[in-house]
């Protein structure tokens, strides 16, 4: 039965609660709305005239909050609980599942972790979140019997479901990825681009997107097998491929312009056809996350694997001494997926973690396209998001490591 069906019969609505009223957080607030099963109950953002606008806008009843006593009455009387507040709102206890949308790493990690103590599965659309947190917060979804589902990778949620279809019929698969048409690394925010399209164009959401697939599917990115000129299909990228692989399982991207996601079966299938597929829809494919979740217990996509890859941050430009970086989408860096086995913990080569960069001051200057190390900020290891970053690094080295996705009870 289709989601919509079993969502549709169900006695009483999925109750979602979403952090994170922005662009991403509007759409998802409207698809929860119109969807038959699903009930908004809390939405928040640091902005509460921001949370406020996206209900009015939807024509929601809602009403303002600033206590979880004010929040749980609003929800009790049918409203939609607004507020500032977004720990509150995600460890409401009142809502089935979180959706997560703020785009802030350690904000994100804090409202999922905050989520999941309170029963709620986490459907986690902020991609910095997944990267830097992914593997603390799914151990913490399994000790909690919730589900934690990264639910911001189109594109790499397809190709991993292209990655079970081989896996299902027995076929060994050599490399995934998704394609994409052509990446400008040192585009500046400028002429109107927002953060979220500064990103897009220069590589830092699709070398995201990749970390996030190899963390889930067990494999590597940035080896040497891969083309340093992505191929324009998947038939030159399987000849490229067939005299240097190792034996690993790739990630990686390809350029053309279809817009897909693919899996390359290995050579050992006999020259078995690659399989491929759009990509996404955009952020309401976060609806099917949030139904597996609830419905059936099941993440389409997580780290499964542990931090098999990470985004690490580059010198957009000419860098000086004393100048704070600007995170994902802004004038100073750009972002590229490297295996995180490169990056040992406290080692003087450890690379900076594009997701945490924000607000950071360099001590050294760096010339455009040289790779930015911890060692060449200014930064503390009590800091809480980077304390809470050392410790999620310890987590995945307790991570599965295969593709298949635990399945916990549902409701």
Not at 249 to 269: D, M, N, Q, S
């Amino acid at each position: 039965m289709a989601w919509h069906d079993r969502l549709a019969a169900r006695p009483q609505p999925i109750r979602v609660a979403i952090v994170g009223a922005g662009r991403v957080g509007r759409g998802l607030a409207h698809q929860v709305r119109i969807t038959p099963g699903l009930r908004l109950v809390v939405l928040a953002d640091m902005l509460r005239d921001r949370a406020q606008e996206c209900a009015e806008s939807l024509n929601m009843p809602y009403r303002l909050v600033d206590t979880p006593e004010a929040q749980a009455l609003a929800i009790r009387c049918g409203q939609v609980a607004v507020s500032e507040d977004g720990e509150m709102a995600a460890g409401s206890g009142l809502a089935d599942v979180l959706i997560e949308t703020t785009g802030a790493a350690f904000a994100g990690a804090r409202h999922g972790a905050s989520a999941l103590d309170s029963g709620a599965h986490v459907a986690m659309v902020n991609l910095a979140a997944d990267l830097a947190f992914g593997p603390w917060l799914l151990e913490r979804a399994r000790r909690a019997g919730r589900v934690y589902t990264c639910a911001c990778a189109n594109r790499a949620a397809t190709a991993m479901d292209l990655a079970h279809d081989l896996d299902l019929r027995g076929v060994p698969v050599l490399a995934a990825g998704f394609s994409v048409a052509h990446l400008e690394p040192f585009t500046a925010p400028q002429d109107g681009l927002s953060a979220v399209e500064v990103a897009e164009a220069d590589g830092t959401a699709v070398a995201a997107e990749l970390a996030v697939l190899a963390n889930a599917i067990g494999g590597t990115v940035g080896l040497p097998e891969w083309p340093a000129t992505p191929p324009q299909d998947e038939a030159a990228l399987a000849a490229q491929l067939s005299s240097a692989h190792s034996g690993r399982l790739l990630v990686g991207r390809i350029g053309g312009t279809g817009g897909h996601a693919f899996a390359l079966p290995g050579a050992e299938a006999g020259g078995a056809t690659p399989i491929t597929r759009p990509c996404h829809t955009g952020p309401q494919d976060a609806l099917d996350c949030v139904a597996a979740a609830a419905l059936d217990g099941i993440a389409r996509l997580a780290p499964w694997a542990g931090h098999q890859a990470t985004v690490i941050a580059h010198a957009k430009r000419d860098l000086q001494a004393g100048e704070r970086i600007d995170g994902p989408g802004g004038w100073a860096t750009y972002g590229v997926a490297e295996p995180a086995s490169r990056n040992v913990p406290y080692a003087l080569d450890e690379g900076l973690p594009m997701m945490l960069s924000d607000g950071l001051t360099l001590r050294r200057p760096l010339a455009r396209g040289t790779r930015l190390r911890l060692a060449d900020c200014l930064y503390s290891e009590k800091d809480p998001r980077f304390a809470l970053w050392r410790k999620a690094q310890q987590e995945a080295r307790k991570c599965m490591g295969g593709r298949i996705p635990p399945v916990v009870a549902a409701e």
